[in-house]
């Protein structure tokens, strides 16, 4: 049984199941990734709502795209299942690395963070070299210290596992 598993067509359930195998992950930790990133959509075309031209199952931005050899235009033209292999290139550098639920999600929103403990800040209200970075993720500090740690910022992406693992929501 996958997280989210009924929002999405037997195939894709198969490839992130093959893709996880290959990265040492766990599927239903992918699916959870996904489903936060697309807001639930599972769309290979949706497009960030903040304008930053990001697009897709895990909102790659034009940079990364170009990166893996494509576009925006091109990932948001794809279906969801040939996206997919996109973000398992995407994520061929962690391989073996994302052992949490919390370094998938970093693998997106941070990758330094990757393998670093919970309580690891990411992002700080007075950091004089990157204040808009917290800005931009301000959303992701709970309990509003100023402070955004790994576990913090991953905290909508546990909601999004547990929502998506709710009776109903599972797929053989």
């Known amino acids: 049984m996958l997280a989210w598993g009924n929002r999405v067509s037997k195939d894709f359930r198969d490839r992130v199941v093959h893709i ?3 990265l040492g992950a766990d599927p239903n930790h992918l699916m959870a990734a996904m489903a936060f990133e697309s807001a639930g959509t599972f769309s290979p075309s949706i497009r ?3 304008g930053s031209g990001a697009v897709g199952l895990i ?3 034009p940079q990364t795209a170009a990166a893996l050899g494509t576009s925006s235009d091109e990932l948001s033209a794809m279906t969801a299942e040939e ?3 996109f973000v398992l290139k995407y994520f061929m550098p962690f391989r073996n690395r994302l052992k949490t639920l919390e370094d998938v999600y970093m693998a997106i929103l941070w990758p330094a ?3 670093k403990p919970n309580d690891h800040v990411l992002f700080r209200r007075d950091d004089p070299k990157r204040p808009k970075l917290y800005i931009q993720n301000r959303g992701l500090d709970w309990n509003r210290d100023g402070v955004i740690t790994k576990g913090e910022a991953a905290e909508k992406v546990r909601r999004k596992l547990l929502e998506g693992q709710q009776f109903g929501s599972m797929e053989d």
């Open 59 to 61: 909102q790659f931005m």
């Open 48 to 50: 960030n709502a903040a």
């Open 113 to 115: 963070a990757v393998g």
């Open 20 to 22: 996880a195998r290959i």
């Open 83 to 85: 996206q997919l292999g």
